[in-house]
C-alpha cells in the first residue's frame, strides 16, 4: 500500500509491499533487477497517473527508498526520455557524482564525458549497462593512449535510457570493479510496453554558439509485442551531429632560465633577478574545431516461452566520427632566452615572472642569431573515432516457486582510432613580442608583431603517425535465488562470473626528414583565425594569426606523408581473465531492519606485454631501434564481505549503515608501455607490478521522506585506501640491450622505473540533499557533497613537511560540490532550471606536472510543452552561463600558474518530440 506521503510503508513488510516496490523498480529480469530484499507473489501496484518531471522525481524517490543498499536513482520522464542530451549530464546532479567534460587532462569539450564518485578518480567508478561491463573507446588520441578504465559517456546518448542507478554501497551480487560504486544503465523491455505498437522520435535542431553552426539532432524508438505478450522487440536508433568550436590559451612550458641551455647564462648575468623565477617559455592561443557525428541504436528481442521463463537478446552499436583540428599559435619565449636576448622589461611577483618583453629587433651584438618569437603548430587528425558494441543474451528460469535462475552471456568491443595524426610545425622569424599574465581571472595579454602574415621561406617540421586501441570482454553469469518459506533471511543468493578482458595500444610514428619539408610545398596559405577567437578568455589572447585550412593541411599530409613505423616503447597488449563466486543473503525483521550480507571472491589474472629495446629484438621500430617482447604475468585473489542494513524508523524515516571491502583493478595504461635507457640505467611508462586499488568504505545515513515526493538527507562515508595507484619511483631487472649487444650474451641490470606504484590514500565525506515539491506546480532540488581525500604515503608526506603542501592531494577530489535545480510543471507546460557547481580538483599529471582544474559552475535550462498526447515541443538551453574552464599548476612557493583557460561556448536545442 501507499501512504499519504506516496511512499511504500515497509517498517512492517508484508508481501503485497514488497511485491510494490518490485513492481515500482520495473524489475522485468532480475538479472539485473534492483535489489528489493526477496521475490514475493506478483501483485499489480496502483497506476500512478502523475506524468512528465513530477513522475520521474516519484520513481527515483521510491527506488531510492525501497533500496536495501545505499543508491541514486534517475528515472525517464517518458519512455525512453531523459531530461538530458548525455547519460552523465543527468548524473551530475545528483550527490556524490562529479563530471568532467574530457578523459584527462586535455581540457574541457563542452560535453560531460567522465564521472566519479565521491572525490575519486573516474576509473575507480565502474560503469555497466543492464548490469554487464561495456567496451569502451576514446577519440582524443591523447587518451587512446592513456587507457584508463573508465567508460565515455560520450558514446552513451540519454534516449536509450530508462533509468540510471548509482550504486555508492557494494553488494556482494555486483561485480567487483568499482572501488567507489558502480553506475548501471538500464535500458527498456519490449514487454513492458503499455501498448502492443508503440513508437516515439525527437527531431531536433542544435545551435552551437562559439562554432555558429545548426546541426540536427534525430532520435527514434519502435516498440511492438505480440497479443499474448510473450514475445517483443524494440528499436532504437540515433544519429546525431554537432560542430564545436573552443577558444584557449596553453602555457605548454614553465621553467626557471638556469633550467634551460644555450646563453642562458649570459641572460641571467644580466638580468639576475630572473634566476631561480618561472618564466612561461611557450603561451600558446589554442584554436580547435570539431565535428562529431554519433550514430548507432539498440535492438532487444524478449520471449516468454513457457511460464516462469524470460530471455531477453540485446545488441548495441554506437560510434563518434569525431575529426578534429587544432592550431596553436605560441609566443617562443625559449627562443629569444637561450639565443642569449636579454629582455627589455619584465615583472616579478613571488617566484613567478608574471609579464616579459623583449626587443622589437635583434640586438647588434647578436649578429641576427636571436632565433625566433613564434612558433604555430598546426595538427590534423581527420578520421578520429571512438565506438562501442555489445551483444548480451539474459535468461530467467523460475524451477519452482522457490528457486529461480538467472544468466548472462555476451562479449561487448570498443575501439579508439587516429588513423592519421598530421603535424606541421612552422617557426616564425625574430620579431620581439611579449606577455603579462592576469592571474586565474583570464587569459593573459600576449603581443607578436606580424603574426598575420605566413613566413613563406623556410621549411616545415612534420610528423605524425596512428593510433589504434581495442578494449573488449566476453563474459558470461549464473546467479540463483532462493526463497524460504519464513524466517530472517528470506532469500539466499549465490552465482559465478566469468570474463576475459583484454586491451591492446598500437601506436605507430612516422620516419621524419631531418631537413624538413619546404614551405612552398604547402602552397598558398589565406585562411586565418576567426576574428573574434578569445574574444571570452579575457586578457588580450593573440588573435588574427595566420592558419591553414583543415582541407588543405591534410591534402599535404597525405602527400608527404612519410612511412609509419611500429612505436614499440608506447604499444603493449593485455590480457586479462577473471572469475568470481559470491553468496548473500537478505535480511528482513518484523521490527524493521532488512538488508543483505554477504562476501565475493575475485581472482585476477594478469598478462602484460610490453616492449623494450634490445638490439637482437625481432621488432623493428622507428630508424635502427629494435625491440624485443617483455611478458610479465601475475595473479593474485580478493576477498570482498560486505553488508548492507536498512532500518525502517516509522512510516517516514530510514536510516541505512554499509560496510564492504571492495577492489578496482589498475589502468590499463599504468600497468603497460616501457621506455628504458640502457646507459642511465633509469626508465619511464607502465608498471606491471602494480597491485589492485583495495580499499574498506563505511557509509552511514538517513533518509526523511517527511511529504509526497519530498525527501530530506544525510549521509557520512569513508574510504581507507589501503592500496592505491600514485607516481613514484622503484627498482626492477630488465635485459640491458647495449651491455647485451656489447657482451654478445644476455645481460641484466637494475634499472631506476619513475612510473606508477602502489601507495596508500584515505577519503572521507558526507553528503546533504533536499528534494521538495513548493506548490502550485513548483518544485526544487538541492544537495551538496563534502570530499576529503588524501594520499596518505610517508613519500608523500615528507614532500608535504619539506613544503611541498600539495603532495598528498588526490585526483578528482574537489572538496565542495554543489547542485540547485528548480522546476514548474502544470498542464502541458513543463521548465527546469538547474546550477552544478564543483570545486577545484587534481586533475592528472602533464608533462610531468600535477594540473588542477579549477572551480567551475553551470547553468542549464529546459522547456517543454505538450500539444497533445502525440505531440510536444522542447527547448533546452546548456552552458548557459558560458563558463571559463581553467587549470593550474603550483610552483614551489604553493603560489598557482595558468596552466589554460578555454571557452566551448554555450549550446541551445530546439526539437519536436512524436509519440505514437
Known sequence: MFNERGFAMQYKPTPVALAVAIAMLGAAAPAYAADAPAAQPEVKAEEVKVTG??????????????AASVVEVVTSEDIGKMPDKNVA????????VNTITAGGTEGGFGENDRISLRGTPPSLTATTINGHGVGTGDWFILNQTGAGRSVSYSLLPSELVERIEVRKSARADITEGGVAGSVDIQTRHPLDAKTQFSATGNIQAVYSELADKWDPQLSASFNWKNSANTFGIMVQGFNEKRHLRRDGQEFLWWDTLENLWGKNNDVLAAAPELRGKNISLLTGSAWFEQERVRKGGLITLQARPAEGINLELSGFSSKLNASNYNRN??????????????????????????????PATCPAHLNGACGGSWIQDAIGRKGAYAKSDFLNLDGRFNISD?????????????????????????????????????GMNGAATVTIPGVANFPTAGNIDTWGGKVLTKDSEDYGQIDGRYAFAEGVVPTLKFGLHFAKHERSLEQSGSITDPAGVPRSSLGAVTGSYPSDFGAGLGGGVLGGSWAIPFDQLIAWGDKYKRPDRQDWASSYTISEPTSSAYIMADIQTDEGLSGNVGIRFARTKEEIKSYVLDANGSFQGPGNTRYAASVVSSDYTD??????????????????????????????GR??????????????????????IRSTNFDAGVEWYFGKNAMLSAAFYSMDLSSYVSFG???????????????????????????????TGDVKGIELSLEMPIGGGFGFNTNYTYADGKETSVACEAKENAGDRHACDLVGTSEHSFNLGGFYEVGKLSARVAYNYRSAFLNGIDRRSAVYQDAVGTWVASLGYTINDNLALSFDAKDINNPL?????????????????YKNGRQYYVGLRMKY
Open 402 to 438: 522457490r528457486f529461480t535462475l538467472t544468466g548472462q552471456l555476451g562479449t561487448t568491443r570498443g575501439e579508439g582510432g587516429t588513423p592519421r595524426d598530421t603535424i606541421a610545425e612552422i617557426g616564425g622569424p625574430y620579431v620581439g613580442g611579449s606577455y603579462k599574465l592576469n
Open 639 to 668: 576477498v570482498l564481505p560486505s553488508a548492507n542494513l536498512r532500518l525502517d524508523i516509522g512510516s517516514d524515516l530510514v536510516a541505512r549503515i554499509a560496510l564492504a571491502k571492495v577492489m578496482a583493478r589498475p589502468d590499463f
Open 53 to 66: 518531471i513530477r513522475a520521474s522525481k516519484q520513481r527515483s524517490l521510491v527506488a531510492k527508498r525501497n
Open 729 to 759: 619511483t622503484y627498482n626492477a631487472v630488465f635485459r640491458n640491450g647495449v651491455e647485451s649487444q656489447k657482451q654478445g650474451k644476455d645481460v641484466f641490470s637494475t634499472y631506476l622505473m619513475n612510473t606508477p606504484i602502489n601507495t
Open 671 to 692: 600497468l603497460a608501455g616501457l621506455s628504458l635507457n640502457d646507459t642511465s640505467l633509469s626508465g619511464s611508462g607502465g608498471n606491471p607490478y602494480l597491485k589492485p
Open 89 to 96: 549530464d543527468s548524473l551530475q546532479r545528483v550527490p556524490g
Open 885 to 901: 574552464l581553467k587549470t593550474y599548476v603550483y610552483d614551489k612557493t604553493g603560489a598557482k600558474q595558468p596552466q589554460s583557460f
Open 329 to 358: 599559435q605560441m609566443f617562443w619565449a625559449v627562443s629569444p632566452l637561450t639565443n642569449g636576448v636579454v629582455p627589455s622589461s619584465y615583472t616579478i611577483e613571488g617566484s613567478t615572472v608574471t609579464a616579459i618583453a623583449f
